[in-house]
């Protein structure tokens, strides 16, 4: 058996090919594998949250952070520093050089193997099970792994192909940045870079669709990020807002005409920094030589495309558009993987449906927003009759005494038999409280079950309370 793998240096493609390389031996005739061949043409390879999204933007989000907590700290004296850009970039760039490079020599050891085989090339479909690669060569494999990533969303706006923007990866690359900028886009990559801009001195005005950002969290969270972003890092947001067209100014700036009606209709800056999320990078597959029909369901829980006639196909990563993060990717990987084997075998295949577990490094990461499993909305949606607790950091003397005091959280359990099925948090280390937070959530605990004292830990205590309020509830 023949599998190809599109897309090997990135996280899902990078984990499929270690399960399979595992089950390849041309020489075993009872080998499930003779042959995986893994095509990627990544200059430099090592995929793209490495490259130029998770990884690369912490590095830069830590200045940003530091920089922050300085000037608000009134018990430090003098001015607050000023970042240095080009030290940002350079440290930047040495740390994704070393991870990059990591996950290129896994890549090459997994190519090592017998029976598996590395292209530095390009794919596309020419049958619906057989491939071209850039080189000229034609594949027929039995299976396919598509794991092509992710690339910029572009939105169709009049007049967006005459300005110039910077997207997410020239801001992580810039070492000098303009004095002012409109912000289009102000999802997870605008509430994460929109505070880094702002640390090094760019004036912005942010354009919001809604009354307020992060659909799937509560409203308290919602206007909690608004009045933080325009408090403490100074960001015009302009919300109930949509961009109607763009043209260049005449000194090679940017006017952005909006759907207003007042003074603000119309926003000049010198930069457009376009935001606008990724969509799945498919555009130089060919699919139209295949039975592929990409779209909100093309691809099911087992990662099997569901329009592949023979049912052979796998699409994982943010290719398959179903939740790009990083983690979730590479269990795709392994999964799709193991299905591969699984099919071939004739047996049924497993699936991955997680929970909600999505964190944004918000505030310039001092002020993140972390939820684990269901808001207090979904988890009505989905049949539950529940109780929701909620503390403010400020009610924790701890958040205080940190000189970082903004911020809520929410806990959502079942009115019925106590099960925690979600927590929301916007505040200090609510990053690192996902992880508690998932297990809890995971193992369906009994909120009266769970420990509500734990030895000095500081700012979980946020937790404790949730636990005690909630547990007083039932």
């Given amino acids: 058996m023949h599998v190809a793998v599109i897309?090997?240096?990135?996280?899902?493609?990078?984990?499929?090919?270690?399960?399979?390389?595992?089950?390849?031996?041309?020489?075993?005739?009872?080998?499930?594998?003779?042959?995986?061949?893994?095509?990627?043409?990544?200059?430099?390879?090592?995929?793209?949250?490495i490259l130029r999204g998770c990884m690369p933007s912490k590095e830069v989000l830590s200045a940003a952070g530091h920089r922050y907590r300085a000037r608000h700290d009134d018990r430090l004296a003098g001015p607050a520093p000023g970042m240095d850009l080009d030290r940002v970039v350079e440290r930047k760039d040495e740390h994704v050089s070393s991870f990059a490079e990591h996950r290129r020599s896994a890549v090459h050891d997994i190519a090592?193997?017998?029976?598996?085989?590395?292209?530095?090339?390009?794919?596309r479909?020419?049958?619906?099970?057989?491939?071209?690669?850039?080189?000229?060569?034609?594949?027929?494999?039995?299976?396919?792994?598509?794991?092509?990533?992710s690339t910029l969303n572009v939105p169709d706006l009049p007049g967006i192909d005459e300005v110039s923007y910077m997207d997410s990866a020239a801001v992580l690359d810039a070492t000098d940045l303009p004095d002012?900028?409109?912000?289009?886009?102000?999802?997870?990559?605008?509430?994460?870079?929109?505070?880094?801009?702002?640390?090094?001195?760019?004036?912005?005005?942010?354009?919001?669709?809604?009354?307020?950002?992060?659909?799937?969290?509560?409203?308290?969270?919602?206007?909690?990020?608004?009045?933080?972003?325009?408090?403490?890092f100074g960001v015009e947001i302009l919300t109930g807002t949509r961009e109607e067209s763009l043209e260049a100014t005449a000194d090679g700036g940017v006017r952005l005409h909006t759907d207003r009606d007042d003074d603000r209709a119309t926003v000049e800056a010198e930069e457009l920094f376009l935001f606008t999320g990724r969509r799945p990078n498919l555009d130089?597959?060919?699919?139209?030589?295949?039975?592929?029909?990409?779209?909100?369901?093309?691809?099911?829980?087992t990662m099997?495309?569901?329009?592949?006639?023979?049912?052979?196909?796998?699409?994982?990563?943010?290719?398959?558009?179903?939740?790009?993060?990083?983690?979730?990717?590479?269990?795709?990987?392994?999964?799709a993987a193991d299905n591969v084997l699984a099919d071939a075998r004739g047996d049924d295949l497993a699936e991955y449906d997680p929970i909600t577990h999505r964190v944004v490094f918000s505030a310039?990461?001092?002020?993140?927003?972390?939820?684990?499993?269901?808001?207090?909305?979904?988890?009505?949606?989905?049949?539950?009759?529940?109780?929701?607790?909620?503390?403010?950091?400020?009610?924790?003397?701890?958040?205080?005494?940190?000189?970082?005091?903004?911020?809520?959280?929410?806990l959502v359990v079942d009115a019925d038999d106590g099960t925690v099925l979600g927590y929301l948090g916007l505040h200090l280390h609510a990053d690192v409280m996902a992880k508690t937070m998932q297990v809890i959530v995971e193992d369906g605990a009994d909120v009266r079950e769970v420990p509500d004292r734990a030895f000095h830990p500081t700012t979980p205590e946020i937790l404790d309370g949730l636990f005690r309020e909630a547990s007083g509830a039932l």
């Avoid at 994460?192 to 308290?220: K, Q, S």
């Avoid at 139209?288 to 909100?296: E, Q, S, V, W």
């Avoid at 592949?308 to 943010?318: H, I, M, P, Q, S």
């Fill in 125 to 149: 479909f020419v049958g619906p099970h057989e491939l071209e690669l850039s080189g000229g060569e034609r594949l027929a494999p039995d299976y396919v792994v598509v794991a092509s990533g």
């Fill in 304 to 335: 099997r495309a569901v329009d592949d006639a023979t049912g052979r196909t796998f699409v994982v990563g943010d290719a398959n558009g179903r939740r790009p993060l990083l983690h979730v990717a590479k269990e795709q990987g392994y999964l």
């Fill in 284 to 301: 130089g597959l060919n699919l139209d030589a295949t039975d592929l029909d990409p779209g909100p369901d093309w691809v099911d829980a």
């Fill in 7 to 49: 897309g090997a240096y990135g996280s899902a493609g990078a984990a499929a090919a270690e399960t399979l390389s595992g089950h390849t031996d041309p020489t075993d005739p009872d080998a499930p594998l003779d042959r995986l061949t893994l095509v990627d043409d990544g200059e430099p390879g090592g995929g793209l949250c």
């Fill in 364 to 410: 310039a990461a001092v002020y993140p927003y972390a939820r684990v499993g269901h808001s207090a909305e979904s988890a009505r949606a989905a049949g539950h009759d529940v109780i929701e607790v909620g503390r403010e950091a400020a009610d924790d003397g701890v958040f205080e005494t940190k000189a970082a005091s903004r911020g809520l959280a929410r």
């Fill in 112 to 123: 090592a193997i017998e029976g598996v085989d590395f292209r530095h090339e390009t794919a």
């Fill in 180 to 232: 002012s900028g409109v912000v289009m886009g102000f999802g997870y990559v605008g509430l994460e870079l929109v505070p880094y801009l702002a640390e090094a001195g760019v004036d912005l005005t942010v354009i919001e669709h809604d009354e307020r950002p992060l659909d799937d969290a509560p409203a308290p969270v919602g206007d909690e990020i608004l009045d933080c972003y325009r408090e403490e």
